[in-house]
C-alpha cells in the first residue's frame, strides 16, 4: 500500500508506517531535545478538530431533510456541500446512501472504501478496505470530517485543500507540498468500537501504540492540538479500568507507552506555550520514573519559560547529572545560569533603588556632625568638675591645718 493508508489505515491496525515511524523515533530519540522542546487543566477544552457543527448553510439545508425515507439523497447529486463554509472542503454524494438515520457516529469503526487522487489525475492512493475510529483523528481531516455526514452506502467525492490533507509538509515521494486532494469515498460499514475494558493487554498495548503514533504523526505535521488529541485518547485507553488480567510484561509495556505518551504530551504543550499543563505531563512522568532525562529537561524548561530560574537549575543539573555528555542540556543549563545572575541583579538593583530614600542617606551624616561637636564639650564638661573637685578639695585641706 502507498500513499494515505500507508500513513492513516495502519494507525487503526497493523504495523507501523515508516513515517509515522521517523516521527516516533525523533520524538523518543535519546537525545534529540531540540524536537521535542517545544488543559489546559482540561483538555477536553482544545478543540480535537474542526467541529463539522460550525458549517453554516449547506448543513442547515442538509439538516432539515432529515426527516426523508431510506435511500433519497441526503442532498442533490449535482451540488456541492461546503462542509466548513470556507470553501476548504467540499463534499458531492455520487450513489445517495441509506437515509441520515444510518450516520455513523463518532466512536464508532467505520471502514470505507477509498481511492485519492491529486489534482492532475494521478492516484496516490487505492484501499477497498480502509477502518478507522470516526472522530479520533486516526486519518485525515478532509476524510474524518466527511465520513461523519455520510450515510451507510453512499458513495461520495470530497475536494479538500491541503490544509485538511497533509498540509505544507505534503509527502513523500508522491504528494507535493500545500497538496489538494480529491478523495472518492464510499461508506461500507459502521459499527461500535470495541469494549476497552475487554481488551487483551496485548490488544490494548496495541491500540495505545496506534493513537500514540498518529499523534507523533501530527506533531510532525506541527499540528499540536492533534497530536495533543491523539496523546490524550492513547492514556485514556492506557488508563481505561480492565475486566481482564494482563501479565508483569504487558502491564510493564503499558507503563512503557504511558510515559512516552506524557513526554510527547508535554512537547507538545510547550509547543503552544501550555506551561502549566506541560509542568503536569512531566510530573506525571517523573512520578513513575524519577530519573527520566526527558521529562526532567522538559520540567526545567517549563520552569525557565515560567522565570523560575531558581527551581529549575537544580533539575537540569539533576539531568545533566544523568547524562553529562549531553550539548542540549549543558547550553540550556548555561543559559539559565545567566538568566538567573541577570535576574539577581535586577533584583538587587531594584532593592536598592526601593531603600535608597534621599532623606534616610542623609541622616547618618548629621548624626555623625552632631557626635563630632558632642565629644569636645562632654570632655570640657569633665575637666571643669575635676578643676572643681581639686579646688574644693585643697580648701577641705587648708580649713583642717
Known amino acids: 500500500m502507498s500513499g494515505l493508508v500507508s500513513q492513516d489505515s495502519v494507525l487503526c491496525g497493523g504495523t507501523s508506517p515508516e513515517p509515522a515511524a521517523v516521527g516516533a523515533a525523533q520524538l523518543d530519540g535519546a537525545e534529540d531535545f531540540e524536537v521535542l522542546e517545544e488543559d489546559e487543566d482540561d483538555l477536553s477544552e482544545l478543540p480535537p478538530l474542526e467541529d463539522v457543527g460550525r458549517a453554516r448553510g449547506p448543513l442547515r439545508e442538509d ?16 451540488e ?15 450513489v ?36 478507522f475510529t470516526l472522530g479520533d483523528c486516526d486519518v485525515l481531516q478532509a476524510l474524518d ?20 490533507c497533509y498540509g505544507v509538509q505534503g509527502r513523500s515521494p508522491d504528494i507535493p507540498p500545500n497538496a489538494a486532494l480529491t478523495l472518492e469515498v464510499e461508506l461500507l460499514e459502521a459499527q ?16 495505545a501504540n496506534r493513537k500514540r503514533e498518529r499523534g507523533n504523526f501530527y506533531y510532525q505535521q506541527a499540528d499540536y492540538v492533534l497530536a495533543i488529541n491523539s496523546y490524550d485518547i492513547a492514556l485514556k485507553v492506557i488508563s481505561s479500568s480492565s475486566k481482564v488480567d494482563f501479565t508483569p510484561d504487558e502491564e510493564a509495556e503499558l507503563l512503557d507507552v504511558k510515559v512516552k505518551c506524557l513526554n510527547n504530551l508535554a512537547a507538545s504543550q510547550l509547543k503552544l506555550d501550555h506551561y502549566e499543563a506541560a509542568l503536569k505531563s512531566c510530573n506525571l512522568v517523573l512520578e513513575h520514573q524519577p530519573e527520566n532525562i526527558k521529562a526532567l529537561f522538559r520540567k526545567g524548561k517549563v520552569l525557565a519559560q515560567q522565570g523560575e530560574y ?35 541583579t535586577v533584583e538587587t538593583e531594584m532593592y536598592r533603588k526601593m531603600l535608597g530614600n534621599p532623606r534616610a542617606s542623609s541622616a547618618p551624616v548629621k548624626c555623625k556632625d552632631k557626635l563630632t561637636w558632642s565629644i569636645p564639650w562632654k570632655w ?3 575637666a571643669t568638675a575635676i578643676a572643681l573637685g581639686g579646688v574644693a578639695l585643697s580648701v577641705v ?3 583642717r591645718n
Open 63 to 78: 439538516a432539515q431533510s432529515s426527516e426523508r425515507g431510506p435511500g433519497e439523497a441526503a442532498e442533490d447529486p449535482q
Open 80 to 94: 456541492w456541500l461546503d462542509v466548513l463554509g470556507s470553501g476548504l472542503l467540499k463534499k458531492k454524494t455520487l
Open 96 to 131: 445517495p446512501g441509506q437515509g441520515v438515520e444510518s450516520r455513523p457516529r463518532k466512536g464508532q469503526d467505520v471502514t470505507v472504501r477509498l481511492r485519492a487522487t491529486l489534482e492532475d489525475g494521478s492516484v496516490v492512493e487505492e484501499n477497498p478496505s480502509l477502518t
Open 145 to 164: 470530517l466527511c465520513v461523519q455526514l455520510m450515510e451507510m452506502g453512499e458513495t461520495a467525492l470530497i475536494m479538500s485543500d491541503a490544509k485538511y
Open 192 to 207: 461500535d468500537a470495541p469494549d476497552l475494558e475487554l481488551l487483551s493487554g496485548k490488544e490494548k498495548i496495541g491500540l
Open 310 to 344: 531558581r527551581e529549575a537549575i537544580p533539575i537540569l543539573k539533576a539531568a545533566l547529572k544523568l547524562e553529562p555528555s549531553n550539548k542540549t542540556i549543558h547550553a540550556e543549563l548555561s543559559k539559565l545560569v545567566k538568566k538567573h545572575a541577570d535576574q539577581k
Open 380 to 382: 570640657l564638661f569633665g
Open 397 to 399: 585641706i587648708a580649713a
